[in-house]
């Protein structure tokens, strides 16, 4: 059995499909990249430069032919390409398995995903008879390096058909032995974004801190200079707040 290893394309779909922001695809091509022959074809492996570019060319491909979001039709990720693992009327189902197989090695911590595949034929267009659809979701789960479990945590034998019932699709132990590090890389991202972050507040406060004190001290002067003076003058004759000015000279037997 052929065991699939992804294209450029495919880690574009990926990051179009479960909307990875734009400021975060740059580390997931980084962290595919350092997996490396296990899951990247051998070209791919040699150069990041090059591989992050054949990577965006792919991403404007798929935005071009409206695989924008979770709406997309799956059948653009497949548009010209040759089925490797599936049949080719079922290469829908390939790339569906690839979105699949791509999330679980990006999120190590999801242990598996739960999957109906009867009701797939309908969401992904696939045409063809189910006994041939059956066959070619055993291949496929085979050829991503996954396992099917039901939903008590048993093994389930694809090869024996699919189920109308929801299966723990998720990599084999082997499998994810080898492309797992015992970091999840987003962790580590969220420390560095969480470390620039500081560094960018420390640097502002650095820059504008001392700014900030000098007009609070010209604020503080100019709005004490603007308070009228408390010194009254006894000699004038000016009437006293809330004291009628005849009322006070009668007082005083004026």
């Known amino acids: 059995m052929h065991v699939y290893v992804f294209n450029a394309r495919d880690i574009a ?30 070209p791919l492996t040699k150069d990041f430069d090059m591989f992050k570019g054949e990577v965006y060319r792919e991403l404007y491909y798929l935005w071009a032919h409206g695989f924008e979001d979770e709406r997309s039709d799956i059948s653009c990720m497949s548009e010209g390409c040759m089925s490797l693992i599936c049949s080719q009327d079922c290469i829908n189902l390939e790339s569906y398995m690839k979105l699949i197989t791509l999330h679980l090695i990006f ?6 995903v739960k999957i109906n595949f009867t009701g797939l034929p309908l969401t992904l267009g696939i045409t063809c008879e189910f006994d041939k659809f059956e066959e070619n979701v055993y291949r496929a789960v085979r050829g991503f390096n996954l396992v099917s479990n ?8 694809l090869k024996l058909g699919v189920p109308d019932e929801l299966l723990q699709i998720s990599l084999s132990p082997e499998f994810k032995k ?8 987003r962790e580590e991202l969220k420390k560095e974004q969480t470390s620039k972050m500081n560094s960018y507040k420390e640097s502002s406060l650095k820059e504008f801190g001392t700014m900030k004190e ?10 004490t200079s603007s308070y009228p003076s408390s010194r009254t003058n006894k000699n004038s004759t000016s009437q006293p707040k809330g004291i009628p000015l005849e009322d006070r000279r009668h007082g005083k037997g004026e």
């Open 178 to 185: 080898e492309v797992l590090g015992s970091l999840d890389f």
């Open 214 to 223: 000098d007009e609070k001290k010209k604020k503080r002067r100019k709005t």
């Open 107 to 112: 999120t190590r911590n999801l242990p598996y």
């Open 150 to 157: 039901d939903m008590f945590g048993r093994k389930f034998d």
């Open 13 to 42: 779909a990926y990051m179009k499909w479960f909307s990875v922001p734009s400021y975060m695809e740059v580390s997931y091509m980084q962290h595919i990249f350092n997996i490396g022959s296990p899951v990247l074809a051998a």
